[in-house]
């Protein structure tokens, strides 16, 4: 019973971790308007990488974790990355100088880049395979939980002053303590081929699961890029009725989720297919100008992330074994925001040559196109992929 209790805390102090890391953007993005207006005579892009500085760290803080966690333990590597978060993302909230901002920002995706590989890594490093679907859907709804709590809490704060929204990052306080009371003290990659260096080179063996992960991530944010603009045009919803509905995506995507470990096992054959497919349908909705085609449209598109993001992790995970926070871990964290942050610099111009620059569909029409390109890639490299065990 013991054992029992313990194994619950270590899970619940790893899933305060996927609860904080999507919120590095997603807590900023509903007062992104207010802050512009504060910051009104710097350049947009400057405002608009307030959002995506961290991303760009996150990418080059998970290049570097491999040596890392090879020489500082979990715990320490946790409370630095969680403390870091703490500071460099309430912090912001005594800025008024927006270079200094962006260098805490930038500071914050460094401390996410320590985060994410952990938060997802130690479930394989502490618990079987056979538990580790289940985990890994637990781990993604926990990562779709914060997305809402920073959305509504982040534009709920900013109506007090633009710099408010900023202390939505002090709920990392929550896992610091969590981290230091029950995160067990390891040593990661020190099984991995008895201690010797893990060669960069062998990371090929994960190239379906990281192709996999940067494809869903630029598949994915093209929604959220463009819904705002497609559906006010499309069918006159206002700003509140958009709002509710892109919140409504990511409340579909934390209870599927949820129950990702009961969707492993009963559909384990063929569920690789449904982020894809989910995708394609979720894009091809918005060709019919509708309320209930919108809605239906960001629905699927909450389904394949919810799918998508836990099945990547669990087949990921499964192949790495325990040594999966020092190898595999970082590199779905880092195709996870290269994915983020390259979606419109791809989607775009495809968008504007493919479709021209007066078709408001055409992003989501490249949706499509990508979701086709996602499901051939899965076609073509999961025929053979082995499957966790099932789970007693």
Known sequence: ??????????????????????????????ALGII????????????????????LLIIITNIFFLQLVRRVRTRTIATIGLLLYVAAGAGCFFVDEIHVL???????????????????????YYFPPERQARLMGLSAAMNQMGGVIATLLAGLLATIQWNYAFLVYLIGLIAVVMVWLWLPDAQLGSSNQHGTPFKPSQLLKFHPSVTGMLLLMILFFIFPTNFAIIASRQTGLSAEAITMIMVGLDVVAFFVGLAFGTLMRRFRMSIKYFAPLFFLSGYAA???????????????IGIATGVGVPYLNTIASIKGGRDSAT???????????LGQFVSPLIVMPLSRALF???????????????????????????????LPPKEP
């Open 1 to 30: 019973m013991e054992q029992k209790n313990v194994s619950k805390r270590v899970t619940a102090t790893i899933l305060s971790m996927s609860l904080l890391t999507v919120m590095a953007g997603a807590a900023i993005a509903p």
């Open 36 to 55: 512009k207006a504060h910051f009104a005579s710097a350049p947009d892009l400057l405002v608009q990488l307030i959002v995506s500085m961290p991303a």
């Open 102 to 124: 962006l260098l805490m920002r930038a500071l914050l995706g460094v401390s996410v880049g320590l985060i994410m590989p952990l938060s997802t890594g130690l479930l394989a």
């Open 286 to 300: 918005y060709l019919v100008p509708a309320i209930p085609t919108a809605i239906l449209g960001s629905a699927f």
């Open 327 to 337: 190898t595999v871990m970082p590199l779905l964290s880092a195709a996870l925001y």
């Open 356 to 386: 021209g620059v007066e078709d408001i569909l055409g992003p989501y029409k490249v949706g499509a196109v990508f979701s086709i390109v996602f499901l051939l890639q899965v076609w073509a490299t999961r025929n053979f992929q082995s």
